[in-house]
């Protein structure tokens, strides 16, 4: 017991095995991956898809969850959590973190990613690299911002909330739940739940509950 398991998306990978062996040198990491062809990576072998999370519980006693999709990457927390395992953050020792910031269990933040004084980063939530989340942010559970997103002070970022990359969120603004900012749009006044926004100003072009359904 006492070991790490990580459960990864290709895409992710070496990101994940990386910032996991930062955060526990020596210590004991392997890999679930559904697709992965390689059988070891550096520091970390791959047992198997996510199936074979239960069977190797009884080697493991904390796990991480590093996949894209924010809604996926709670469900397989929450069902990791009702196997025994405690759900740990990956957080990579090159980002920058405010010593005020508050960061929820389950949440990677990647290489470069940068927290603000008095944010608060929710539940398995997603950091990309270069992303910055400035100071009294509100990134709630299950949320994504990718590569070089930027989202200035006082904003708040809705539950399963993808910001893409390079996109700004201008002060104040807030971003509803499950709601889709496409990248290099800049959002300069609130998003609703579900909407799908794009441009520079930002503009709705489509609403993410409809377009998963139909």
Known sequence: MGG????????????????????RPGGKIAVLAETCGEE???????????????????????????????????????????MGYIIVSLIHPLSALSANAAIGEGTFVHLGAVVGAGSSVGRGCMLCPGCVVSCGCTVR??????????????????????????AVI???????????????????????????????PACVTGNAAFDCVR
């Open 4 to 23: 790490l398991l990580v459960l990864v998306e290709d895409a992710l990978i070496k990101a994940a095995v990386e910032t996991a062996s930062a955060v």
């Open 40 to 82: 070891k990576l550096p520091g970390a072998p791959v047992l198997g898809g996510f199936a074979c999370a239960k069977e190797c519980r009884y080697a493991f006693d904390s796990a991480a969850v590093a996949l894209n999709n924010g809604a996926l990457r709670l469900h397989w927390m929450n069902r990791l959590q009702c």
């Open 141 to 166: 559970d299950g949320a994504n911002l990718c590569c070089g997103a930027h989202v200035d002070s006082g904003c708040s970022i809705g539950y399963r909330a993808s910001v893409g990359a390079g």
């Open 170 to 200: 201008a002060a104040g603004v807030c971003v509803g739940d499950d709601a889709v900012v496409c990248p290099g749009s800049v959002v300069i006044k609130d998003v609703g739940d579900a909407m799908i926004v794009a441009g520079s």
